[in-house]
């Protein structure tokens, strides 16, 4: 069969090929440009970068209310897509601004770092907007290959090479499962794409065909992975400590976001008919993860694998969104997947701002007194650890409000009861760095290191403060928002 390629299909990916032809034009201009390893060097690249994430919103927010597809049916520019595309794009923008200040510091390359920082955004949003599962495969596939290397870009540092292997070989092997799972889903329905795998399960001899089961479980295990459910969230800790603290930054937000949004087009647009059977395995899932997440996330002395622990927190409460169903609950995904991008986000800029080549501040300890020592920075710090505490007026209260409301409404109240008593333990470990910020006497040499100044830094903290404070005041534009984008694809069911 030839496949007969029309503009339209290059419309629809149109945000992608933008992301790919500027990390590109990074890499050349890496190359060829003047200034390579300067500070000059970095902020040329950073600016490019922030040029084609900004030219992909704009060709993104061009193509909002369209609902338009290509290649044959596989790749949707819809709503929903668009909603996810926006938070990733949000993602690397932040990304981008944090990276500006560490990337001289630790005399990392340039010109690589920022092109996959690019190309991992467009596996995101290929993720998001795709039909078919070999595209959904593809787009997790650059995503990921392009995760592995910036975990590894500190390259004379023994963690980061550790992470990065790590994350490569579970990863592997993870990505294994997925395949497995798409293949024998193909053997039971002799399709990839997702409306035909729905039609498919309408005939009772596809619905009760074991290969089918099996590839359900074995898709489950490969998202279960990528965004940390537990048992599959081994690789976080040790991932999100080694990486560079921008790159842990995104790990924490963007892929999990793509995570979620692949998985729910799967589910939802593909697997709906097994609604009853695949919800009773995520609901013990987002419970086991909401709770090992938060109750390890008590015991860590080191920030940043607090953060990672919480990070599988926080999935738990995703996934019970996910549970529950409806336009509402997987309204509350898109909600929180944006919320959550600022406030995790920012809580690793300030770990960005507060260390230098010399120090790197990552445990409680080097926090104590902060508050006394850089209070713009401590004063964001306590707005994005309430935020993750889910305390009311921040955009985490809303988030939360939002999935377990959808819970109460269609009886999920145990799921609900779980999740509450979670975000009650997780203000422990959050409100203890508010604790040592202002309660605990500063040491002599923290008094001395005082961080320095960096604005594109301080700009991104500013606008995940005032995305976090926008978000918990006045949250129904992005909650109306929200319903809509998912609405199309739960009527389409």
Not at 44 to 60: D, H, K, M, R
Not at 191 to 216: C, D, H, K, Y
Not at 305 to 332: C, D, K
Request: proline share 3%; charged share 10%.
């Amino acid at each position: 069969m030839t496949l007969a390629l029309n503009t339209q299909d290059f419309v629809v990916i149109l945000p992608e090929l933008i992301l790919c032809t500027m990390g590109l034009m990074v890499l050349l201009f890496d190359l060829f440009g003047s200034g390579r390893g300067t500070g000059t060097g970095t902020g040329n690249l950073a600016g490019l970068t922030l040029l084609a994430l900004a030219l992909a919103g704009y060709a993104s927010y061009t193509l909002a209310g369209t609902q338009m597809e290509g290649f044959t049916g596989t790749i949707a520019a819809d709503d929903y897509s668009l909603a996810f595309g926006a938070i990733f794009l949000a993602v690397s923008a932040l990304t981008v601004l944090l990276s500006m200040r560490y990337l001289p510091d630790r005399r990392m390359g340039y010109g690589e770092y920022y092109a996959l920082l690019l190309f991992a955004t467009a596996g995101m949003m290929l993720m998001a907007s795709s039909l078919d599962l070999l595209m959904i495969f593809i787009g997790l596939e650059i995503l990921s290959l392009s995760s592995y290397v910036l975990c590894g870009m500190l390259r004379q540092d023994l963690k980061s090479n550790e992470s990065a292997l790590k994350y490569f070989l579970l990863g592997a092997f993870a990505t294994g499962f997925l395949l497995y799972g798409i293949v024998l889903i193909y053997g039971a329905t002799g399709t990839i794409q997702l409306r035909e795998i729905s039609q498919a399960l309408g005939r009772e001899q596809v619905f009760a065909n074991p290969l089918m089961w099996a590839g359900l479980g074995m898709i489950l295990v490969g998202f279960g992975f990528k965004i940390a459910l537990v048992p599959f969230h081994m690789w976080t800790p040790d991932v999100y400590e080694g990486a560079p603290t921008p790159v842990t930054a995104f790990l924490s937000s963007g892929p999990k976001a793509a995570g979620f949004a692949a998985l729910i087009r799967i589910l939802v647009e593909g697997l709906g008919p097994m609604q009853s059977q695949w919800s009773a395995v995520l609901w013990l899932l987002a419970v086991l993860t909401m709770t090992l997440g938060n109750v390890v996330a008590i015991q860590q002395d080191n920030i940043k694998r607090m953060l990672a622990y919480s990070s599988i927190a926080h999935a738990g409460y995703i996934l019970a969104a996910v549970v529950v169903g409806g336009p509402e609950a997987l309204g509350a995904v898109v909600f929180y997947t944006l919320a959550y991008t600022f406030m995790n986000t920012g809580a690793f800029g300030v770990l960005v701002l507060a260390s230098d080549e010399r120090k790197e501040r990552s445990t409680f300890d080097d926090f104590r007194g902060f508050g006394f020592v850089s209070p713009v920075l401590a004063l964001a710090m306590f707005v994005f650890m309430l935020s993750l505490a889910g305390i009311p007026l921040t955009a985490g209260f809303a988030g939360k409000f939002q999935i377990f409301k959808s819970a109460i409404d269609k009886d999920f109240l145990w799921l609900a009861l779980i999740g509450v008593l979670n975000s009650v333990v997780s203000i422990y470990y959050y409100l203890r760095m508010v604790v040592v910020m202002y309660m605990q006497p500063a040491t002599p040499e923290s008094l001395r290191e005082r961080p320095r100044v960096s604005i594109p830094v301080y700009a991104a903290l500013a606008a995940a403060v005032i995305g976090i404070l926008y978000l918990g005041i006045f949250p129904s534009a992005w909650v109306d928002v929200s319903l809509h984008s998912v609405s199309l694809i739960v009527a389409g069911r």
